[in-house]
């Protein structure tokens, strides 16, 4: 049990001072010590390092990852990359079909939709990660609360999961951005991470309230430990993997939201380029010109889709209980 | 069963008065209903202080969450903010519109997805098992109103190309009349067929995947060795003994989605220009008149509790293993 457990240091085994360099219990300060008399060496490895393999050893996840860094890198860099800029227009380019010159063809104004798409992506790869890692902070702070003490603050984390049951997430998101008014892709994020912080909460309170009773907690304040040593150094570190899911799925979850949210026009307005307002754009522009809703849409299907299975590489690469990878 | 019934209807109510609070509060931070009037150079402060006062915004939030629900039960939501408009009338006809929609995009996704789940579990590890789930993971990437849009596209490539009209893209009937009795039937199949579609396509993944898991895990238990062992044919085993057990929580699932569906509604019938709830909830919000939106909040937020009752209600009814008492 204990061995599969993310690295675990026993309060019991604080170095006495003046010990540097003294070995910890388990981890053998040098590995050459560890060779077997007939002279097989064997690494010491940390629990990462077994995540890291587990999760490399998922092809599928791993390529994933691969493609998802590149269309994000590509947004990134969309100011070196893209052909155009993305509201040049080009009035000897209207309305054209994909060819070699424009490979997501031009909108009505000759601007074009590669350029854009990649500015697009620009703006919803900076909204999904600034979600992904503010809903997780928050998460992360008012589900362990809440899971660690209970009280007040699980009360009210369980009546506004209770309350998201009842009413669809995307109406009360609409109702709030229609009153924030015209958006940015940072406030569009925080009223993002506002309402979607409950589901990591969830996880980290789930996961909490079991790790509460564990034999290494009670350990651990019997040696004296603080609430928020035991907190920081017990218990976060055996809800990560469940925190790294939850954050990577947050991520596609808040793109697809940004999209649809924008798609209605409540959400980033136009110049500024969003996937979904692309998409909005090439509706009113006609369905004749099938590439202006096209091409924005599959990027989104292919992001969202690698972050969906990184995810799930993470939730098998993380998970301590499962069986080691040989190798 | 008869007390478990009424004791969870009973427990509904305050669930209910609560969220109503939470609606009226939460629309009522959010914005001041009159700030389109105050940008007006052609309204008087007078004139806004009048309006604010016959509609009672001048008085503290908790007075004002008196008056509304006062008005929702005894005038029927009352009127909307600019124009003076009944809300109920407009709102019952477009809740027939979008559960005629919702529906029958949920009987068509159970239908489907229990059988592409039942037969991927059958079938485990086979072509179709893993085309199946290709599909549903890309099912769960796609935005609807992405797929909504697709799909008008290719009516409208359709179109172009051989001159048929196969399915509308939009509109609830044909502005040409719709005929009657038979024809008129065709006609709202044709126009409804595109939208059920788009809205079916997420739950449709979701629901096969969920079958296929649970049909799994039946399919390994005891009572299937059982059966198998008593010498049943496998048919038998597998539509007596595992897939009517395999059934049974598909129930909470679907229950749970049925919120989300509300959700689906308001993009699908956007893009589609359904004259249904989530059309009017844009349009209400787009207008910024607070008193539809909370009705509509109010609307929905009882249906999916009235709907996860009857979940809980019919989980008892399949599952003799629950007692109530």
């Keep these: 049990m204990t061995e599969q457990q993310f690295h675990e240091p026993s309060p019991l085994a604080v170095a006495p001072p003046g010990s540097e360099g003294l070995i910890e219990p388990g981890l053998p300060a040098d590995p050459s010590e560890l060779t077997y008399a007939y002279g097989l060496e064997i690494e010491a490895r940390s629990q990462w390092d077994y995540a890291r393999r587990r999760f490399f050893r998922h092809r599928l996840a791993l390529g994933s990852l691969i493609l998802l860094l590149a269309i994000f890198g590509c947004g990134l860099f969309a100011n070196f990359i893209a052909p155009y800029t993305y509201q040049q227009i080009n009035l000897n380019a209207l309305s054209q079909k994909p060819s070699s010159k424009h490979i997501f063809g031009t909108d009505s104004a000759g601007r074009d939709s590669f350029s854009r798409v990649l500015y697009g992506i620009r703006t919803s790869a900076r909204v999904g990660v600034l979600v992904g890692v503010l809903s997780t902070l928050i998460g992360t702070i008012i589900g362990g609360l809440a899971g660690f003490y209970g009280g007040w603050i699980d009360n009210l984390l369980m009546r506004l999961t209770d309350l998201f049951l009842t009413l669809p997430l995307l109406a009360v998101l609409l109702v709030a951005a229609k009153y924030l008014g015209h958006s940015t892709p940072l406030k569009l994020a925080l009223l993002l991470a506002a309402l979607i912080w409950t589901q990591i909460a969830r996880v980290v309170r789930g996961s909490f309230l079991s790790l509460r009773e564990k034999e290494y907690v009670e350990a651990a304040r019997a040696a004296g430990a603080g609430d928020l040593r035991i907190m920081l150094r017990h218990m976060i570190p055996n809800t990560v993997g469940p925190i790294v899911v939850s954050a990577t799925l947050t991520i596609g979850t808040a793109i697809l939201l940004e999209a649809v949210l924008s798609f209605l026009g409540f959400g980033i307005e136009p110049p500024t380029p969003a996937l979904g307002a692309l998409l909005s754009e090439g509706q009113d522009q006609g369905l004749d010109k099938w590439w202006l809703v096209t091409f924005p849409g599959v990027v989104i299907v292919v992001i969202v889709l690698c972050i969906n299975f990184i995810g799930d590489g993470l939730r098998d690469a993380l998970d301590p209980t499962q069986r080691r990878v040989r190798a | ?37 105050r940008a007006r150079p052609d309204i008087t402060a007078q004139q806004i202080q009048s309006i604010a006062h016959s509609k009672n915004l001048d008085k503290p939030v908790i007075i004002r969450y008196g008056y509304w629900v006062r008005d929702a039960v005894t005038k029927q939501f009352g009127t909307t903010l600019f124009g003076n408009r009944k809300i109920w009338p407009d709102l019952k006809r477009v809740i027939g519109h979008t559960l005629q929609f919702i529906l029958s995009a949920i009987i068509i996704s159970v239908l489907l997805g229990v059988a592409i789940g039942v037969y991927s579990a059958l079938r485990q590890y086979s072509l179709f098992d893993y085309a199946a789930t290709t ?69 449709t993944a979701v629901y096969s995947r969920f079958m296929r898991a ?112």
């Design chain 2, 1 to 37: 069963m008869l007390t478990f019934i009424i004791r969870r209807i009973l427990y509904s109510i305050p669930v209910l008065v609560a969220t109503s609070f939470l609606i009226f509060t939460f629309v009522s931070i959010t914005g001041d209903p009159l700030g389109r009037l």
């Design chain 2, 135 to 203: 599909i549903s993971f890309i099912g769960f990437a796609t935005p609807v109103f992405w797929l909504a849009l697709m799909l008008q596209v290719l009516m409208v490539q359709i179109f172009l190309k051989w001159h048929v009209r196969i399915f509308y893209t939009s509109g609830l009937s044909s502005p040409t009349g719709a005929g009657h009795g038979f024809h008129f039937l065709i006609d709202r199949i044709q126009h409804l067929a595109l939208p059920v579609i788009a809205l079916c396509a997420l739950s």
């Design chain 2, 214 to 325: 649970s049909m799994l895990e039946v399919l390994n238990s005891d009572y299937v060795r059982t059966a198998r062992a008593k010498g049943l044919v496998e048919r038998r085993v597998i539509m007596r003994h595992a897939f009517r057990n395999a059934l049974i929580p598909l129930v909470t699932v679907v229950a749970i989605d049925f919120g989300g569906l509300f959700a689906g509604a308001i993009v699908t019938e956007t893009i589609f220009t359904l004259d249904g709830m989530g059309y009017y909830f844009i349009n209400s919000l787009f207008a910024s008149d607070p008193y539809p939106v909370m009705a509509w909040l109010m609307v929905v937020a009882t249906m999916v509790i009235l709907f996860n009752l009857i979940a809980d209600i019919l989980y008892g009814v399949f599952d003799p293993r629950i007692r109530y008492d």
